[in-house]
């Protein structure tokens, strides 16, 4: 890998071989109804489990959100069938090999690297669906063929992506080898139904059986023509949005043997080199007892290590699932503490703020709750003084409803935040005792609060 300090991020692209040998490029999420088969999809393409703790073991289910990387290949033989011809397979492989059909002679080489967002489909863990929209440049709508088709988190999801203006979505029809072919074609014929008036409505629908592994090259080939490597902006002052965060030190280490704790997230703009300064926004909020007025203390460190998935990197770029191993306090990134933050160089990031102003946009109908044979509630105008929950980023926040006035509003949060004008954020109102989506907003501005220097 090239050395960091002769780095020039000018003359670097997201499909440049020197970066997609070790980094992912371009973030792919899997979305769709609870059961349906995205975590099988993405252990199918990937070879990764993405179910990793002890409790979604044991409950067979995603809770937290998944992240697995994986390369995709194309033969150079022309002569290689489609879509066979198309592999993908996990990060550590190498750039080029042969290919593995008897008799081709070609040689397959790396043209993709991406990383999957494998996000929870139960309704309860929405705001965990929402926090993985954040960073997703497409998605993959997972259908399951032996239920009817939409779910209410198939429709609940895929307006959920439409609110953050993903483009390229492609749609498939998974468990195809439970159901008989007529099923299957009027299975189909339901998911088109769906599908027809929204983002998706010329999204490709494939066939697939993630369990058996069936077709699964069509979905890589579909990966590689269909879901263009968005423009990344190298030059900027690095921007991450941090979506996870661990403490690596196992129990009984050594004191010489501790690691700072790690933050893991995509980066939006700009190059994180190792040895970098950096600072994590908002850091560490409290309330002060007696005055009651919130406290902000930005993290401030150095870049110790960067890693993508298994592969070790001297400079992270925009797009794929990074890990940045810091000198900071690992108890302040234990159980994802600092999920939610951005990450970048000192001084640059945009301003922490406790009180937003939006320009908001309701869906016209309820989304996600399962109705009776009577027709989706509609979605009443935002009150005064009503709570809500406010995706930001990968943060999610209380906020309370202080102002409103035609489409725009004044909201509270309950914590501080870092954000910047003209984001897009995911409003959610509490129904049934669950969050449901409700409709989307743009930041037009924000009261800053000052920051406590360490």
Known sequence: MADSTVIDPTKLTPTSIEVMANQATINIGTIGHVAHGKSTLVKALSGVNTVRFKNELERNITIKLGYANAKIYKCSNAECPRPGCFKSFSSDKAVEFPCERSGCGGTMHLVRHVSFVDCPGHDVLMATMLNGAAVMDAAMLLVAANEMCPQPQTSEHLAAVETMKLENIIILQNKVDLIREEQALKHYEQIQNFVKGTIADQSPIIPISAQLKFNIEAVVEYIYRNIPVPVRDFTSDPYLIVIRSFD?????????????????????????????????????????????????????????????????????????????????????????????????????????????????????????????????????????????????????VGARVVGVKDTLAKLVLVSATCTENGESIALSRRIDRHWRLIGWAKIVKGKAIKLEEE
């Open 248 to 396: 690596v030190n196992k129990p009984g280490f050594e004191v010489d043997q501790l690691k700072g704790g790690v933050a893991g997230g995509s980066i939006l703009r700009g190059v994180i080199k190792l040895g970098d300064m950096i600072e994590v926004r908002p850091g560490i909020v409290k309330v002060d007892s007696n005055s009651n007025k919130i406290r902000v203390q930005p993290l401030r460190s150095r870049v110790i290590t960067l890693n993508a998935d298994q592969n070790p990197l001297q400079f992270a770029v925009p797009g794929g699932l990074i890990g940045v191993g810091t000198l900071l306090d690992p108890t302040l990134c234990r159980g994802d503490k600092l999920v939610g933050s951005v990450l970048g160089t000192v001084g640059t990031l945009p301003k922490v703020v406790i009180e937003i102003e939006i320009k908001y946009f309701l869906l016209r109908r309820l989304l996600g709750v399962v109705s009776e044979g009577k027709k989706q509630a509609k979605i009443t105008k935002l009150d005064k003084n009503e709570g809500l929950l406010v995706n930001i980023g990968s943060s999610s």
